[in-house]
């Protein structure tokens, strides 16, 4: 289990991790298909989630860098790069999120 930031409004889902030095949890970035890591100071991981939250890929970006499409993913989750391992996720497992009102 992990803690879960979601980027609500469409400034939020802009800005992701931009000019954050860390983080400890994760942010799910909803009705997103692609990320980039320009202007990031640490690598991370890249979940890409369909539509009932399976992980359709997984990848580890390096910052400056831009993310090819995922045309299935609905949503992303960005985490420290590593966090993906830590928490055993791989391509096909189903996330439970569970969102505070």
Known sequence: MASLEVARTRSERRRGLLGRDDL???LLIERCRCVHTFGMSF????????????VVDLVRMPPGRIGRPRLSA??????RA????????????????????
């Open 74 to 79: 609905r949503s992303v989750i960005e985490a």
């Open 24 to 26: 400890t949890g994760a």
């Open 43 to 54: 690598g991370i991981d890249v979940l890409y989630l369909d539509r009932q939250r399976r």
């Open 82 to 101: 590593g966090a993906s391992e830590r928490w055993g996720l791989a391509v096909g497992d189903t996330l439970d999120v569970r969102l505070d009102a």
